[in-house]
C-alpha cells in the first residue's frame, strides 16, 4: 500500500508512506520518509486497539503474526496529520 496524499489538522501536504506486504502472516514493513516520530495503532474491525506504538526513523518492522486473519486498520500520525489504511 502506497499513499502519497494526507490532509493535515491546518494543511494539506506531500508525504510518503509506504507499508507492505499486504496481505502478511508475519512482519509489515513500514516506510516514511516523515522526519517526525509518529504513533502507530491497529485496530480490528470493532475499533478495539490491538497494537500500539510510536515509530522512528524511516524504517520500522511490526510482528503481527499473533493476530487472527482479518481486516485491520493502521492508523499513522503525528500533530499534524494522521492517515488511516487498510490492512
Same mark, same amino acid.
Given at each position: %500500500?502506497?499513499?502519497?496524499? +494526507?490532509?493535515?489538522?491546518? !494543511?494539506?501536504? !506531500?508525504?510518503?508512506?509506504?507499508? +507492505?506486504?499486504?496481505? $502478511?502472516? /508475519?512482519? *509489515?514493513?513500514?516506510? &516514511?520518509?516523515?522526519? $517526525?516520530? !509518529?504513533? =502507530?495503532?491497529? @485496530?480490528?474491525? @470493532?475499533?478495539? *486497539? %490491538?497494537?500500539?506504538? $510510536? ?5 520500522? &518492522? *511490526?510482528?503481527? &503474526? ?8 493502521? @492508523? *499513522? /500520525? ?6 488511516? =489504511?487498510?490492512?
Amino acid at each position: %500500500v502506497s499513499q502519497s496524499r +494526507y490532509v493535515g489538522l491546518d !494543511e494539506l501536504y !506531500e508525504s510518503s508512506l509506504n507499508v +507492505y506486504p499486504n496481505p $502478511t502472516h /508475519g512482519l *509489515i514493513s513500514i516506510q &516514511s520518509n516523515s522526519a $517526525t516520530k !509518529e504513533n =502507530i495503532s491497529i @485496530t480490528d474491525t @470493532t475499533g478495539r *486497539i %490491538v497494537y500500539s506504538s $510510536t515509530l522512528s526513523g524511516n524504517f520500522n &518492522s *511490526i510482528d503481527v &503474526s499473533h493476530l487472527s486473519g482479518g481486516v485491520y486498520y493502521l @492508523t *499513522i /500520525g503525528d500533530n499534524k496529520s494522521l492517515r488511516v =489504511i487498510k490492512y
